[in-house]
T-cell receptor, first 113, second 113 residues
């Protein structure tokens, strides 16, 4: 039982390049989330998916797109990376019951040059 | 809008001292949940506790304890007899009705041996 997994662990991109961050969970959770963590800022919600087939914007969605591929997988895409997107990205999942605990993946460290 | 304030950015203590982390929150919801997460130097986010707004009982788990006071909108966290392994960043978070988490900026705890 791996919990929440994320790939890759680390990525360097040049400005303008695109990439997709992958997230998968094996806890049979319905809801999934993407956060970014910047120094001194805590974590901020980018997008979330309350259940399979739905996605909604969070606090900082600009520059990102998401896909809820199936119940297990939720990907985050940067179409044209910018240096301001240099951050650590965390995926999380939870049961659909309101305000259930979110469990986090190990994070992806992204550097945009 | 949900807001969480963790005023102390970095706290240094000598091993075996107690340390208390303050968390003050703002919400218009009558039902809400509060969380604490630990982020050790390895970077992952570890869930510590979840508390709902109707349960003001204090909680103790080993050397960790939490004091929830609705009247002052605070959910403070105390580590008793700190150890070097407690060195980490600790985040307080508040969830809304859609289970979106608003995080504080975190408290960096440094335990000096």
């Amino acid at each position: 039982n791996a919990g929440v997994t994320q790939t890759p662990k680390f990525q360097v991109l040049k400005t303008g390049q695109s990439m997709t961050l992958q997230c998968a969970q094996d806890m049979n959770h319905n809801s999934m989330y993407w956060y970014r963590q910047d120094p001194g800022m805590g974590l901020r919600l980018i997008y979330y998916s309350a259940s399979e087939g739905t996605t909604d914007k969070g606090e900082v969605p600009n520059g990102y797109n998401v896909s809820r591929l199936n119940k297990r997988e939720f990907s985050l895409r940067l179409e044209s990376a910018a240096p301001s997107q240099t951050s650590v990205y965390f995926c999380a999942s939870s049961l659909v019951v309101p305000q259930e605990t979110q469990y986090f993946g190990p994070g992806t460290r992204l550097l945009v040059l | 809008a949900q807001k969480v304030t963790q005023a102390q950015t970095e706290i240094s203590v000598v091993e075996k001292e107690d340390v208390t982390l303050d968390c003050v929150y703002e919400t218009r919801d009558t039902t809400y949940y509060l969380f604490w997460y630990k982020q050790p130097p390895s970077g992952e986010l570890v869930f510590l506790i979840r508390r709902n707004s109707f349960d003001e009982q204090n909680e103790i788990s080993g050397r960790y304890s939490w004091n929830f006071q609705k009247s002052t909108s605070s959910f403070n966290f105390t580590i008793t007899a700190s150890q070097v392994v407690d060195s980490a960043v600790y985040f307080c978070a508040l969830s809304d009705g859609n289970n979106r988490l608003a995080f504080g900026k975190g408290n960096q705890v440094v335990v000096i041996p």
